[in-house]
């Protein structure tokens, strides 16, 4: 019964001839409990596979899972928590997971696997990423910081968005409980580019994940952070420059210079 249904989270950007769906169900006669992950014909609506990816409950939030397919149309992946726990290949007709039983729990990580996941973005090594990017800010002015293995660090945050870009590139929106910070991140690299700050958490300032849009610019050249409907901040890949407008409470005014908005027309634009 549909009220058993505790999350179900669908995909409508994959190949034509399939649909994707995560479903945790609460369990019955013919459905067991669990998240399971499941690809379906479209025009005949019949199941062609499906793939457990945990058994036990687990904490999970509907913006906290995501369906991906390759650039091929032959994968189809799931990322929860950021990262990924769940891929099934349907040229090869193979499937792979790693049972997800907490947020620490291993992903998959093999490159074969992950290949044509072009808007895959792995929330742990973002993160890592920007640990070793501070840090070697911070040794700049005191050379006694240590760099450290960042990968044997905990991943401490409160939300990460991110929209796939041109040359591997990734805009990164993360809200750590202190502060909001727009990241341009080089996936090959595993580095940050550029960052800009855009708030400082405060009683009066409380972003939520659905408060915030993340996106480029028509031409790629240009990535931007919108929240509460107004443009907050904007990289500039090319020219390697940053705007913004601090972020202070809901009626701190928005970007509204013609020039670092070119290109974002089709956010703010209204339909006829």
Known sequence: MRDR???FVGNEFGPEEYDAFFEDTLGDKETPPGGFLYVMKRNSGSILKHLEIYKSPL???EEEIEILWSSDGKK???????????IIDLGNERTISVRLTSRESPAITDASWLKGFDEYLDQNTFVHA???YWKKIAKRFDPTVQIGNEEQMP????FILHASGPDSLFAVFEDNRETGYLYLYDSNGRQIVQHLLIYDRSDELDVIIQDVWLGWSEDGVKCGVAIWNRMRGIIDRVKKKEGRIKLEDRDTPGIDDPEWLKGFEYLFSKPN
């Open 130 to 132: 920007r640990q070793r």
């Open 76 to 86: 189809c992946g799931i990322s929860v928590w950021g990262r990924m726990r769940g």
């Open 59 to 61: 904490n999970v939030k």
């Open 155 to 158: 991943v401490e945050t409160n």
């Open 5 to 7: 249904v505790r999350i």
